[in-house]
T-cell receptor, first 115, second 110 residues
C-alpha cells in the first residue's frame, strides 16, 4: 500500500536534547512538507522540499533542521534551540503541479513532548 | 492577521441534522482545500476547489466556492457520528504551500 509513514507516534525528550522525527513516503512524490500543529491552531509550515537535495524554510523554521538526501525521506530534527517544541508534527507530500496533483497528503503525525 | 477564518470554531449537532462550516479568506480564493482530522491523527483530504462557482460532493459532504464573497462552505447532510472531527480549510499559497485555518471542531450526538 502506498502512503506516508511517520515514526515514532509519540516521542518524549528532555530539555536540551535534539530529536529527529522520521517521515517516509512510497508515493513517488517530489515535494514534501513539515507542519507543526498546536492546540486550537491551524497548521504552520516549518520546512518544505520540492526536490531531492533542496529545501526551503517555512514560516517557523527557527530551531528546526531538515535534510532531503532521498526522494522517499524527509527527516526533521528539532534542536535544543527550539524554545517551545512540544507539539503535534505532521509530514505531507505532493506529487506534482496542476489540478489534483497539487493536493498534499498527510502522514499520521508524531506527538512530541518535552519533559 | 489570519488569512483564513473558519466559522464556527466548534459545532455540536444531533445525528441526522444538516450543518455548514465556512472558510473566509482575506485573499483571492484559488485552490481551496478541505481536510478532516480525527484527534491525534493526520489530515484526510476531502475536496479541492479551484475556481469560483465550483461545487463538489463526496457522499454526504458538499463543498462550494464563492469567489465574490471569498468564501468556501462545507455542507454535511444528515450528519452521522462518523462525521465528527476537526475540519480544516487550506489555501494554496506560493510554491504550492498551503495556509490553513484554525479548524472547526464538529461533534455529532447520537
Amino acid at each position: 500500500d502506498g502512503g506516508i509513514t511517520q515514526s515514532p507516534k509519540y516521542l518524549f525528550r528532555k530539555e536540551g536534547q535534539n530529536v529527529t522525527l522520521s517521515c517516509e513516503q512510497n508515493l513517488n512524490h517530489d515535494a514534501m512538507y513539515w507542519y507543526r500543529q498546536d492546540p486550537g491552531q491551524g497548521l504552520r509550515l516549518i520546512y518544505y522540499s520540492q526536490i531531492v537535495n533542496d529545501f526551503q524554510k517555512g514560516d517557523i523554521a527557527e530551531g528546526y533542521s531538515v535534510s532531503r538526501e532521498k526522494k522517499e525521506s524527509f527527516p526533521l530534527t528539532v534542536t535544543s534551540a527550539q524554545k517551545n517544541p512540544t507539539a503535534f508534527y505532521l509530514c505531507a507530500s505532493r506529487s506534482g503541479t496542476g489540478g489534483n496533483l497539487d493536493t498534499q497528503y498527510f502522514g499520521p503525525g508524531t506527538r512530541l513532548t518535552v519533559l | 492577521s489570519q488569512e483564513l477564518e473558519q466559522s464556527p470554531q466548534s459545532l455540536i449537532v444531533q445525528e441526522g441534522k444538516n450543518l455548514t462550516i465556512n472558510c473566509t479568506s482575506s485573499k483571492t480564493l484559488y485552490g481551496l482545500y478541505w481536510y478532516k482530522q480525527k484527534y491525534g491523527e493526520g489530515l484526510i483530504f476531502l475536496m479541492m476547489l479551484q475556481k469560483g462557482g465550483e461545487e463538489k460532493s463526496h457522499e454526504k459532504i458538499t463543498a462550494k466556492l464563492d469567489e465574490k464573497k471569498q468564501q468556501s462552505s462545507l455542507h454535511i447532510t444528515a450528519s452521522q457520528p462518523s462525521h465528527a472531527g476537526i475540519y480544516l480549510c487550506g489555501l494554496r499559497a506560493g510554491s504550492y504551500q498551503l495556509t490553513f485555518g484554525k479548524g472547526t471542531k464538529l461533534s455529532v450526538i447520537p
